[in-house]
Structures are given as C-alpha cells and as structure tokens.
C-alpha cells in the first residue's frame, strides 16, 4: 500500500462545477503539498498544509491531521483548471524529502 | 512567493554528451536544493539533496558519478547528466528551501531531456 493515496485517479467534469480531490497518507507528518503538473510537465506549487484550510482564489485546501486526510477543492471549474493534481506529504522522519502522490488527472470541459 | 527557474527548459543531445541543468532560487537564498526526474505518467522521484557548500546526498539508485549536483552558491545549484544515454530522456525537476528547517519548497518550471 502507497504511503500517500490519491482519489479519483482521473476526473472529468463539466465546466462550472465544484471539484473535489481527495489525499489520504498513512504516515505522521509534518506538511502536505498540493501541486498542480499542466500537460507541459510544469509544476506549479499549490498549498502547504500543517493544518486547517488554505484559500486562493478558486481553490480551497483543507487537512485533518487526525484523519490523515487532505482533499483540495475547486469552486466553478475551468477549462484551464484542466492539469494533474499532486499530494505530496513531509513524513516526520523523512530528512526533509517529500512522499509523493500519483496524482489526479483532472479534465474540464467546456 | 518565491520563485525558482531553470535552464535549459527543453534540451535535445546526442548519447554519450554530457548536459548541464542550471537551477536558481531568484529572489531568495536556497541552502537546500533538491532534484527529481519524473518518468512518463509517473510521480516524480527524488534524486539528491543538496546543501549549499557540502557534497549532495543521493537516493539509493541513483548514481552519483552519473548524475553530477553541485551545489556551490546559496542561489544555484546544478545537475550534469554525464554520458548521457536515451534511458537518461526524462523531466528533471528542481526544488529549493531557504533553511533546512524551513519546510517550504518552492518548484523549477522544469527541464525535458531527449537523449536521442
């Protein structure tokens, strides 16, 4: 089992809607990331979480560490919101190095 | 936020060439720098950590005489891939912190290697 799971795998929406992506871990940890890799290979750092809710813009982070549990949302999709989304945790004995995600593939139509 | 770039962004070589990634935190001081490489549809995979002034740790797999880090200023760090082979083709990707106890990474845009 991966350290850090990632839910859906893939997604499609219709323009407009709310978007909801999950990230589950099984290690104590000091941070999460969210990032955002578009189709070019660019990453684009999101949120880093320790705790509570982060908002920018359209996209809200939240994190509950006693559940293990982060989910980033989107409020009125984008096509441009269309792009591969990456949890990445800091494991409290990890020297520093982050524990990806596999990322979610999230695609908006118009 | 802080910033990170890198350069080459896209660089095509012949096997057996060496190529030379430069990463550079610009407007903040990096004491530790990190390198991933991210193969096709895959997550990315930590390579070495760097610290400025001191010799880069590596990942177990990854060959330290293959892949070069130097780390020799508090706002570059560099990645040679030596004798570069088509296996090496990949998206090599740069993170920087200001302190190590700063958790924060700040992500390079990135850099595709083709190895033909």
């Known amino acids: 089992k991966n350290e850090v799971e990632q839910s859906p795998q893939n997604l499609t929406a219709q323009e407009g809607e709310f978007i909801t992506i999950n990230c589950s871990y099984s290690v104590g940890i000091s941070a999460l990331h969210w990032l955002q890799q578009h189709p070019g290979g660019g990453i684009v750092s999101l949120f880093m979480l320790s705790s509570g809710k982060k908002k920018h813009g359209r996209l809200i982070a939240t994190i509950n560490i006693q559940e293990k549990h982060s989910s980033l949302h989107i409020t009125a999709s984008h096509p441009r919101d269309s792009a591969v989304y990456i949890c990445a945790v800091r494991a409290l004995d990890s020297n520093y190095q982050l524990i990806w995600g596999a990322g979610t593939k999230l695609i908006i139509k118009p | ?116």
């Not at chain 2, 903040?28 to 740790?57: D, H, I, V």
Request: glycine share 6%; aromatic share 10%; proline share 3%.
């Open chain 2, 1 to 116: 936020g802080a910033v990170v770039s890198q350069h080459p962004s896209r660089v095509i070589c012949k096997s057996g060439t060496s190529v030379k990634i430069e990463c550079r935190s610009l407007d903040f001081q990096a004491t530790t720098m990190f390198w991933y490489r991210q193969f096709p549809k895959q997550s990315l995979m930590l390579m070495a950590t760097s610290n400025e002034g001191s010799k880069a740790t590596y990942e177990q797999g990854v060959e330290k005489d293959k892949f070069l880090i130097n780390h020799a200023s508090l706002t570059l760090s560099t990645l040679t891939v030596t004798s570069a082979h088509p296996e090496d083709s990949s998206f090599y990707i740069c993170s920087a912190s200001w302190t190590i106890l700063q958790e924060t990474q700040y992500f390079g845009p990135g850099t595709r290697l083709l190895v033909l």
